[in-house]
């Protein structure tokens, strides 16, 4: 796989019936490696590692609804209160990081009021607040600590 713009992490991988696997230390088992896979499995270590987010506050790929549709957000990390700290979608790195992702994810967002956003394709990585009494997004240079205070 392309070597992105995160550290270097052990990740694990493995083959089976001519499929290769990484696994994911939130979901707990190992996921079909697939370019997108291998850029959010990244992000997850950059998240666990390098901002000291809590396992248990980290959920990976799950469905939600928003205005009356099924939707999959790729991660998004919570605090101690159960409010969303981050959202955060990921590309593969093939993809170009356009309008149409910050717009989805700001749609997504609608629905969780997440601090933060993130949006990457492993090379370039974008993190924004939202500052909610002027209705804005503001551009940042890196997450906060995600860790409990």
């Not at 994810?105 to 370039?124: E, H, P, S, W």
Request: net charge positive.
């Amino acid at each position: 796989m392309q070597k992105l713009a995160f550290q270097a992490y052990s990740l694990i991988t493995k083959n089976s019936e001519n499929k290769r696997y990484i696994f994911d230390p939130i979901r707990k088992k190992f996921v079909i490696l697939s370019p997108e896979e291998w850029v959010r499995q990244h992000v997850i270590r950059f998240l666990l590692d390098e901002k000291k987010a809590p396992k248990s506050w980290v959920n990976v790929e799950k469905q939600f609804t928003l205005a009356g549709l099924q939707k999959r957000f790729d991660i998004i990390v919570f605090s101690a209160d159960g409010s969303a700290q981050v959202l955060i979608e990921c590309k593969a790195p093939g993809v170009s990081i356009t309008q149409d992702a910050f717009d989805q994810v700001a749609r997504y967002n609608m629905n969780f009021n997440a601090q933060y956003m993130m949006i990457t394709n492993g090379l370039n990585h974008y993190y924004c607040r939202f500052d909610y009494e002027n209705q804005q997004y503001h551009f940042c240079k890196d997450l906060p600590m995600l860790n409990p205070i």
